[in-house]
């Protein structure tokens, strides 16, 4: 659930910042310099595109991080209460406190996934720019 929050959040803030008409236009450009029927691959388009991957994939764990590392941190905690008191039983307490730690979490750096969506969007713009560029007529 908190995932489609983000997602919606995150495509409304693309068009809020006119990510479409900046993702029309490269296709635009890419078309004009690139004809249909014309297109050969460089040889390092695979190390670009191995980058440009790993850039993806350290944006995704940099915004999920918060979220992990309080998960984490509970889970230790109840780890170490566990063995202290073994009489809680873990599920009735633990389940929903990690859900509310877990949405107070999520709204508290819910602003801080704004600021650094500016930052996502102009990764990606520089990666399919970048992609584009291996690309030889």
């Known amino acids: 659930m908190m995932g489609n929050v983000l997602n919606i959040m995150l495509i409304m803030l693309f068009f809020l910042v006119d990510g479409h008409t900046r993702l029309i236009e490269i296709i635009y450009l890419t078309l004009e ?10 040889p390092t388009i695979g190390w670009t595109a191995l980058e440009i991957f790993m850039r993806a994939f350290l944006l995704g764990v940099m915004m999920a ?6 998960g984490l941190t509970i889970e230790i905690g109840f780890g ?6 073994p009489q809680i039983h873990m599920f009735i307490v633990g389940i929903p406190l990690k859900m509310i730690v877990g949405i107070s979490i999520f709204a508290v750096t ?28």
């Open 33 to 42: 310099r690139m004809p249909l029927g014309t297109l050969v691959f460089s």
């Open 65 to 70: 991080l918060p979220i992990i590392a309080s």
């Open 80 to 85: 170490m209460l566990m063995k202290a008191v």
């Open 110 to 137: 819910l602003p801080v996934y704004a600021t650094f969506s500016n930052r996502i969007f102009s990764e990606m713009f520089i990666g399919i720019e970048r992609m584009f560029a291996n690309f030889v007529n």
